[in-house]
């Protein structure tokens, strides 16, 4: 089960976009937005770790800032997710940048992030810990649909979960496609940016793989 968890979330790698209430800072830099495209993109452990390095720095100089903390707590997901001997290390860390993006400005993107962070630490053993992280992993995401019913990326981690979840329990693939296509109507309708969350796209067709819909 492990293994689709960890699939299922990897394939959310081309990690976001939306019209809410961000704060945007007048001081982001074109290392930021470099970092940024270069996350976009990034799909090995070597990878994380050095922009997790640049981020860091990022974050110092802009530590009123929610985004590069989101971005710090997404690497940390990943690294989790790809890592057997030191997922939990890195899912904790994930966890405590998410909830410091929320402190900073709560979004439904950092929400988001909250509930993959908490999924990550749940993946490492999921048999022996859904029961006790499964309330951490769909309350942000409850919230983040509260904050923004628009953000399609909400609707692509629910129908990652539900897909994972036996159909005897209301998952599978047919009771994730509604989630599906509401998340592709959405994320068609949104321009990327170069600095917030402006992933989707190809997630979607990767669960399309899947799940057709």
Do not use: H
Request: proline share 6%.
């Amino acid at each position: 089960m492990r293994f689709y968890f960890i699939l299922s979330f990897l394939l959310l790698g081309s990690f976001f976009n939306c019209p809410p209430i961000y704060a945007q800072t007048n001081n982001l830099n074109k290392d930021f937005v470099a970092a940024v495209a270069e996350f976009n993109v990034a799909t090995k452990n070597d990878d994380y770790t050095k922009l997790l390095t640049r981020f860091e720095q990022i974050e110092k100089s802009s530590s009123k800032d929610w985004v590069p903390a989101y971005y710090i707590s997404l690497l940390y997901t990943r690294l989790s997710f790809n890592s057997k001997k030191t997922a939990d290390t890195y899912a904790n860390e994930a966890i405590v940048w998410a909830y410091k993006s929320i402190a900073l400005q709560a979004n439904d993107e950092n929400y988001c992030a909250l509930s993959m962070a908490q999924t990550a630490k749940m993946s490492v053993s999921p048999y022996l810990r859904w029961i006790k992280y499964e309330k951490s992993i769909y309350e942000p995401l409850q919230k983040a649909k509260k904050t923004n019913p628009n953000n399609p990326r909400v609707y692509i981690l629910e129908a990652s979960l539900k897909m994972n979840i036996p159909v005897l329990f209301g998952g599978g693939c047919d009771n994730s496609k509604p989630m599906l296509i509401k998340a592709k109507q959405l994320i068609d309708k949104l321009v990327p940016d170069s600095i917030l969350p402006s992933w989707g796209r190809q997630s979607l067709m990767e669960l399309k793989e899947g799940c057709p819909f």
